[in-house]
């Protein structure tokens, strides 16, 4: 009883001071005091900024004096001078935390940073001796929003199988955090910046790469999901042009050589989504996606693709060491993580349960980052494209051993060479023999 009737002596003091008062400010902030509770907490309809003024001290307070009211008074102008800016930077920031949050949803951000790598490894090794660290960034950044521009317009396409997923149904569109207009803006919008970041800082052919591959998965991968099972092939495709979009953004061509690599992408992914396939197909049945393990029962065809696309890659390594692309140490290592991953597949073929389906699925995570980081450490840049983009070298591959020559053109640019017999049929770098390791490669030349 004592507080209410407090309270109410105290607002009628402000009251009666703001309507004497030449600042209008002080009657908004002083009508404010009479919402009060009867055991002294503050009316939950008051905003913070208000609240910050009031006392909710359950013990007594005297009633307080003109010039505590003056006070008061004061420290509410200055408060409502800055309350509109910190609003506002407070609004910003949560407007810009959830608008960046949903376009690396969209964008499934962790994929797009994969294929970005992989457009990377392409890049670096088709670069030869010397790799431009700018057109790297510019390759990748490229390729990044083109990736996320692809991704972008999966998820518009499928918003409503989306929905019917325990898996996807929380995404932006499907949850309704960002709408559809706003969703194919950013995809338009990323998609054209990157393609035309690629034609001016690369060269068209990357760019036209991308724009292919983005057009492949967003307009056919996608519909095709929920048409026929070999989506999955063509989704293999896809993502095995990133590291061809890199080679050329690098070279400016596309050759056999770089061609080992997007072949690795391509049968490593059918293993990787058949395993996943296998882990979701219920949820997959859910969506309406006609995925290869639905037809498949007992998952013994599903296992059995998955078991052979592991074997199709057991000869890459050699492939990449007889081609010169990488040093004979990355034919043993790339034998035995695929022989691992085999492992695990034919593991699965035997026993197709569940665990085994998550064991070849982590297996897939492994094998390629180790094979892409073996690719890039064991490769040999001293190949006839790279010395061929660059004339002040001098390189000759003779089939018989001859002396030591030099430029005669240039005396500060003296080219030293160590030649040896050359196989006929491994044309792209010299190699000897020396024992006990007839595999190791032997530099063509020396840089002064």
């Given at each position: 009883m004592w507080r209410n009737s407090a309270t109410v002596s105290f607002s009628s003091k402000l009251l009666s001071y703001s309507s004497s008062s030449a600042n209008p400010n002080y009657f908004h902030y002083a009508s404010a005091f009479s919402i009060f509770s009867p055991n002294g907490v503050v009316d939950q309809a008051l905003s913070p900024s208000h609240q910050r003024f009031y006392c909710s001290s359950a013990v007594p307070s005297p009633s307080p004096s003109s010039g505590s009211v003056i006070k008061l008074g004061f420290l509410a102008n200055k408060s409502d001078a800055y309350l509109p800016l910190s609003l506002k930077a407070r609004d910003a920031v949560q407007l810009a935390r959830h608008y960046g949050r949903c376009y690396w949803e969209l964008s499934k951000a962790r994929l797009s940073m994969l294929v970005v790598a992989t457009s990377g490894t392409g890049y670096v090794l088709g670069s030869g001796n010397a790799v431009d660290l700018a057109g790297l960034c510019y390759t990748c950044a490229g390729t990044m929003m083109v990736a996320a521009s692809a991704n972008s317009l999966n998820q518009v396409f499928e918003i409503n199988n989306d929905a019917k997923m325990k898996r996807t149904r929380l995404r932006p569109l499907p949850s309704g955090r960002i709408a559809i207009p706003h969703a194919v803006t950013w995809?338009?919008?990323?998609?054209?910046?990157?393609?035309?970041?690629?034609?001016?800082?690369?060269?068209?052919?990357?760019?036209?790469?991308?724009?292919?591959?983005?057009?492949?998965?967003?307009?056919?991968?996608?519909p095709l999901k929920q048409i026929h099972p070999v989506n999955t092939w063509v989704g293999a495709v896809v993502g095995a042009i990133p590291p061809l979009l890199g080679w050329a953004a690098a070279s400016g061509q596309i050759s056999l050589n770089g061609l080992i690599l997007p072949a690795a992408l391509y049968f490593w992914q059918i293993p990787h989504f058949m395993a996943l396939a296998y882990l979701c197909r219920d949820d997959y049945a859910a969506g309406g996606y006609r995925m290869f393990s639905l037809a498949d029962a007992s998952g013994r065809r599903t296992a059995a693709v998955a078991f052979r696309n592991c074997l199709y890659l057991i000869p890459l390594g050699f492939i990449a060491y007889d081609w010169g692309v990488a040093s004979g140490w990355f034919c043993v290592e790339s034998s035995v993580i695929t022989l691992a991953i085999s492992a695990a597949a034919f593991s699965f073929y035997r026993d197709r349960t569940t665990q085994k389906a998550r064991r070849m699925f982590h297996a897939s995570l492994l094998y390629l980052p180790v094979f892409m980081s073996g690719l890039l450490f064991h490769r040999l840049s001293d190949n006839p494209q790279c010395l061929a983009e660059n004339p002040n070298r001098i390189i000759e591959l003779p089939s018989f051993p001859e002396a030591v020559t030099e430029s005669e053109e240039d005396d500060q640019k003296k080219k030293v060479r160590y030649v040896t017999a050359v196989p006929q049929r491994r044309a792209p770098v010299a190699y000897a023999s020396i024992a006990p390791f007839p595999f190791l490669p032997v530099p063509s030349y020396v840089d002064q």
């Open positions: 995809a338009s919008s990323v998609g054209f910046a990157g393609t035309a970041l690629l034609a001016c800082k690369a060269n068209m052919l990357a760019a036209g790469l991308a724009a292919s591959n983005l057009v492949l998965y967003a307009f056919v991968y996608t």
